[in-house]
């Protein structure tokens, strides 16, 4: 039987990098039905206050990311998301 994720609930895990501007985390979140792409950048508080997580949602469906990956990383295979 396939995972299938619960409505309005996310999960992320560690990205293995080839790059520092990939994320530090991945993974994908159900918002309301429909699934996207999620993606954290670990970044400092300003004046060493406390620290945060950036992130950007995307459409599972839009895959213009592997394109930016590729060409910031030089790397050919998948992410696995």
Same mark, same amino acid.
């Given at each position: 039987?396939? @995972? &299938?994720?619960?409505? %309005?609930? /996310?999960?992320?895990?560690? %990205?293995?990098?080839?790059? &520092?501007? !990939?994320?530090? @985390?991945?993974?994908?979140? %159900?918002? &309301?039905?429909?699934? *996207?792409?999620?993606?954290?950048?670990?970044?400092? +508080?300003?004046? /060493?206050k406390?620290? *945060?997580?950036?992130l950007?949602?995307?459409?599972v469906?839009? &895959?213009?990311?592997?394109?930016? !990956?590729?060409?910031?990383? +030089?790397?050919?295979?998948?992410?696995?998301?």
């Amino acid at each position: 039987m396939a @995972f &299938e994720r619960k409505e %309005n609930t /996310g999960s992320l895990f560690e %990205n293995e990098k080839t790059s &520092e501007k !990939q994320p530090d @985390f991945t993974g994908k979140v %159900n918002v &309301e039905g429909a699934l *996207y792409r999620v993606a954290g950048w670990k970044k400092e +508080g300003v004046d /060493g206050k406390k620290d *945060y997580i950036s992130l950007t949602l995307t459409d599972v469906t839009d &895959e213009s990311w592997k394109t930016k !990956q590729q060409v910031s990383s +030089g790397a050919s295979g998948d992410i696995p998301f």
